[in-house]
């Protein structure tokens, strides 16, 4: 069965610095990958996905994420936060022989003014 | 945005009594899932649903039925609720199947006494 670690269950950062938010898979098969965010006190909306192709995948609001197939990771990025990107991170995960989509236990991202 | 709803949004209860959950969405997705969002936990698959009267169980299922007797609605039940089933609980749908874009409600926030 396919599984996701966010390695950070917290991420402090200043507003305008860059933030890399962590995330490792694990399948014996293919994977689909996704990172969904969550607002206070709102459900969750999609800010990107990988599929296939090309493994640097651009989203909304700014963020990208790379594939790493070696490295089994799917961390994502955003070259300069804003106080509006406070919210709860959640890295997913599902396959091509699976209806169930596997949240990890997500990240808290902070914006220090 | 979907048309996901949930109902009700809040709900205190005690422990013991049957609660019954509501899903509705209004854009003919064929697929249905519930989760459970909880401190340190992330979000939990419950149960999910492929089609009317499709439905199979998710991690934490345990405590807990569902329904999916239309299309747009897709029922969760705790048949005896128990202090440990205090959460959020959110709903989501998707169109043709995984890899598509998980479309989420606003969420549950459910009270066992």
């Known amino acids: 069965a396919q599984s996701v670690t966010q390695l950070d269950s917290q991420v402090p950062v200043f507003e305008e610095a860059p933030v890399e938010l962590r995330c490792n898979y694990s399948s014996s098969v293919s994977v689909y990958l996704f990172w969904y965010v969550q607002y206070p006190n709102q459900g969750l909306q999609l800010l990107l996905k990988y599929l296939s192709g090309s493994t640097l995948v651009k989203g909304i609001n700014g963020f990208e994420a790379e594939f790493n197939k070696s490295q089994t990771s799917f961390h994502l990025r955003k070259p300069s936060v804003h106080i509006s990107d406070t919210a709860e991170y959640f890295c997913?995960?599902?396959?091509?022989?699976?209806?169930?989509?596997?949240f990890g236990k997500g990240t808290r991202l902070h914006i220090l003014p | 945005d979907a048309g996901i709803t949930q109902s009700p949004r809040h709900k205190v209860t005690e422990t013991g009594t049957p609660v019954t959950l509501r899903c509705h969405q209004t854009?003919?997705?064929?697929?249905m899932y519930w989760y459970r969002q909880d401190p340190g936990h992330g979000l939990r698959l419950i149960h999910y649903?492929?089609?009317?009267?499709?439905?199979d169980k998710g991690e934490v299922s345990d405590g807990y039925s569902v329904s999916r007797s239309k299309t747009e609605d897709f029922l969760l039940t705790l048949e005896s609720a128990t202090s440990s089933q205090t959460s959020v609980y959110f709903c989501a749908s998707l169109d043709s199947g995984p890899p598509d874009t998980q479309y989420f409600g606003p969420g549950t926030r459910l009270t066992v006494l």
């Open positions: 854009e003919n997705h064929r697929y």
């Open positions: 997913a995960v599902t396959t091509n022989r699976d209806d169930k989509i596997i």
């Open positions: 649903s492929y089609g009317v009267k499709d439905t």
